[in-house]
């Protein structure tokens, strides 16, 4: 088995594509994660709608001129995140994220990426948290079966404020859908207190992992502050059979703090940590 290092592309939100491309090669990575957040990453859902394989000659012709591969499309159809998502049925919602997510699909396809990640949605004003995940199997199940149909896998990535906010309720939802893999990110789960060990149970249900040092009460810090078992981490996805790709995280963004971070420095020390792991752990 072999894993990859990734890193995501929306890490450095004020340089241009091009650069950023260069810049995550120029850290050591051999790939990258293409974010597509409402109008908020530089590649926008509005562009993937209005044509898709355009949009991804485009972006292919960059990744590959930077000498990486595509790891994986990250969708955020809406940067509200109970819109637009697999658990909101307000107005036209269900139908706006299945058009997005199938040119999603689309772009992905062009890019020869293994899938698509995507937010599961959130917990309504009183409603139960068991209800919601049900409504989440019901909207991802569409989304799933369509994407098989063009080779790709879909995970959905468990953050905190969702329907899936523990180890627990993630099984849960993976449960209620069958086909539906996971996006692991662990600072999500230890910022509300989870133990690694907690985490490790999702392992043999992860496409995709995402890696951004943290604690608890802290979404995002220094490599030397990380309170994350990455060791016990890594070990569990190496036991599941684990051989997709792991992917530097760092975001810049008010929220939670994360702006207080230098990214491309903690992204090449967390390059560098993940590829002596990897190396240990994996062989």
Not at 18 to 46: C, E, K, S, W, Y
Not at 74 to 90: A, I, K, M, Q, Y
Not at 96 to 117: C, H, N, S, W
Not at 128 to 142: D, F, K, R, V, Y
Request: charged fraction near 20%; hydrophobic fraction near 45%.
């Amino acid at each position: 088995m072999t894993v990859r290092l990734s890193c995501a592309d929306y890490t450095w939100p004020v340089l241009g594509h091009r650069t950023v491309l260069a810049v995550i090669a120029d850290l050591g990575f051999a790939g990258v994660d293409i974010g597509v957040f409402g109008d908020a990453t530089h590649v926008t859902v509005a562009s993937v709608v209005a044509d898709p394989r355009r949009r991804a000659a485009a972006v292919r012709a960059d990744v590959e001129a930077a000498g990486l591969q595509v790891a994986d499309v990250f969708l955020t159809s809406s940067l509200e995140l109970g819109r637009v998502t697999p658990t909101s049925r307000t107005g036209d919602d269900v139908a706006e994220l299945r058009t997005i997510f199938g040119a999603t699909v689309e772009f992905a396809a062009e890019l020869d990426a293994p899938g698509v990640t995507l937010l599961p949605g959130v917990v309504a004003d009183g409603q139960a948290l068991s209800e919601a995940i049900m409504l989440a199997a019901e909207g991802l199940a569409p989304l799933v079966d369509s994407a098989r149909e063009r080779g790709l896998a879909v995970s959905v990535e468990p953050h905190f404020g969702s329907c899936i906010e523990t180890p627990e309720a993630t099984a849960e939802l993976l449960d209620a859908c069958p086909g539906l893999t996971v996006t692991l990110d662990p600072s999500h789960f230890i910022y509300i207190g989870c133990s690694t060990e907690r985490m490790t149970a999702l392992a043999p249900r992860t496409r995709h992992v995402q890696i951004r040092p943290g604690g608890p009460g802290v979404m995002q810090c220094k490599v030397p502050d990380n309170e994350i078992d990455l060791e016990l981490l890594l070990r569990s996805l190496h036991e599941a059979g684990y051989d997709g790709w792991i992917a530097s995280e760092y975001v810049w963004m008010e929220k939670w703090r994360c702006d207080e971070v230098d990214n491309t420095s903690e992204t090449k020390r967390l390059g560098e940590l993940l590829t002596s792991l990897s190396a240990e752990i994996f062989g």
